[in-house]
């Protein structure tokens, strides 16, 4: 059993603090003429210090309503500049699959609000116009529980986890746990175990000193 254990014990601690950040849409759109043109992050909310993608979508709507034709080779004669107070950088545009779909990737490195301007034009139409986008937050926006009360934790988590593992070697080098009963095997078993409980408490540390 209590190899069973610490083997449960290592993969949930490998598994520890691992997260998943799920896209949504809240972008602006603006029109230009008979362009209709939407700028904004592929994930929101952005979050400092994570890539993420601004992303494009350029169509021209149809006469029946719900319909649209998306725009191709948008950016052949359109630069694109996102900028950050008095910061700017011309950025290369990608074409996505899906007509009309364009991105660029980029790495928010500071809080606050971005724009992007465009500035050309799209099949004869001038296009000269900056587009808000929404803000980059700090990585506090995903943090929980709060870092505050979070380190108190993984820190109580890490020490019985710590001292639980001891116990379990304790218990091997004393006799007091038979792994024996099929040879030398069971006890490599246990071992191999407890290497991988001491090597997700070590990925746990590193963890927690990342995010201080």
Request: net charge negative; charged share 20%.
């Amino acid at each position: 059993m209590i190899t069973v254990k610490i083997l449960v014990f290592g993969i949930i601690g490998l598994l520890f603090s691992i997260g998943m950040i799920a896209p949504s849409f809240g972008h602006t759109t603006v029109h230009v003429e008979q362009y209709e043109i939407e700028a904004g992050w592929t994930i929101e909310p952005p979050v400092v210090g994570i890539r993420n993608d601004l992303v494009f979508k350029i169509i021209e709507r149809g006469e029946k309503e719900g319909t649209y034709t998306g725009i191709t080779s948008a950016f052949k004669s359109v630069d694109a500049t996102v900028m950050f107070g008095g910061a700017s950088k011309k950025i290369e545009i990608n074409s996505d699959p899906r007509p009309g779909y364009y991105f660029s990737s980029i790495i928010p490195t500071k809080t606050g609000t971005y724009m992007v301007e465009l500035k050309g034009e799209i099949r004869g139409v001038t296009v000269d116009i900056k587009i808000p986008i929404e803000d980059v937050e700090p990585t506090a926006v995903l943090d929980f529980p709060p870092k505050s009360a979070d380190g108190d934790t993984d820190v109580a988590a890490l020490k019985n986890a710590i001292s639980s593992l001891q116990q379990d070697v304790s218990k091997l080098k004393s006799g007091e746990v038979e792994v024996t009963s099929d040879g030398g095997a069971a006890y490599d078993f246990a071992i191999f175990g407890l290497s991988i409980a001491g090597a997700a408490i070590i990925l746990a540390i590193i963890g927690l000193l990342k995010r201080k």
